[in-house]
Every structure is written in structure tokens, then in C-alpha cells.
């Protein structure tokens, strides 16, 4: 079982600045794919940016310019620095990750979630 544990979510006003953290655990983990969805109440769970372990990276419409994913390979961590946040990027952010634990086992898991609110 390959477990991700997410932080750095919470409270911020319009146009202030989070970073969230997602570190997996496990032994013998190569991961491939790490990346970030939301899930604002009522509406369906999105994808906000993904990154693939040669660093290449993808981001939703919404957050181009504003959000940027990163991953320490040596930590098996994903972060993602999201700035001039609105309003409307209040959600739970969720981390996910796949990918192959001890070198036999393809796993994709994803984290407990983090709420971010973006209000004054």
C-alpha cells in the first residue's frame, strides 16, 4: 500500500499565495505520474496540474499562470505553489501518484485531501 499524505492547505484572502505538499510512502517506490485534482462542493472532481517523472507537466485552463508543479524525485514529493488564488479555486485539493512499489506491483493511490477556501 502506497500512502500519500497532503499539507498546506487552508484559509486565504483573494490574491494571496499557498503551497500544498504531497509526500508518498512506501518501500521500493519508482513513481511515474504525480498530480493535483480539486473537488468544489456540488461539482465533480478536476484535474488542476499533473507531472510525469521526467518533469513534464500539464496544467488545467483555470490556473495556467497562476499554479506551478513541482516534484522532489529523491523525496517522492509533489508540490504545487498556487498565487493570486480567487475565490473560485476554493475546493478539497487531492494528490494523487502512480506507478510501481517494489519493482512487481503497479500502484495509483490518492491522498485524504486538503481544503483550501479562498475568501476575505
Known amino acids: 500500500q502506497v500512502q500519500l499524505v497532503e499539507s498546506g492547505g487552508g484559509l486565504v484572502q483573494p490574491g494571496g499565495s499557498l503551497r500544498l505538499s504531497c509526500a508518498a510512502s512506501?518501500?521500493?517506490?519508482?513513481?511515474?505520474?504525480m498530480g493535483w485534482y480539486r473537488q468544489a462542493p456540488g461539482k465533480e472532481r478536476e484535474l488542476v496540474a499533473t507531472?510525469?517523472?521526467?518533469?513534464?507537466?500539464n496544467y488545467a485552463d483555470s490556473v495556467k499562470g497562476r499554479v506551478t508543479i513541482a516534484r522532489d524525485n529523491a523525496k517522492n514529493t509533489v508540490y504545487l505553489q498556487m498565487n493570486s488564488l480567487k475565490p473560485e479555486d476554493t475546493a478539497v485539493y487531492y494528490c494523487?501518484?502512480?506507478?510501481?512499489?517494489?519493482?512487481?506491483?503497479?500502484?495509483?493511490?490518492w491522498g485524504q485531501g486538503t481544503q483550501v477556501t479562498v475568501s476575505s
Open positions: 507531472i510525469t517523472s521526467g518533469g513534464n507537466t
Open positions: 494523487t501518484a502512480d506507478g510501481m512499489k517494489d519493482g512487481l506491483q503497479f500502484f495509483r493511490s
Open positions: 512506501g518501500s521500493e517506490l519508482s513513481i511515474n505520474f
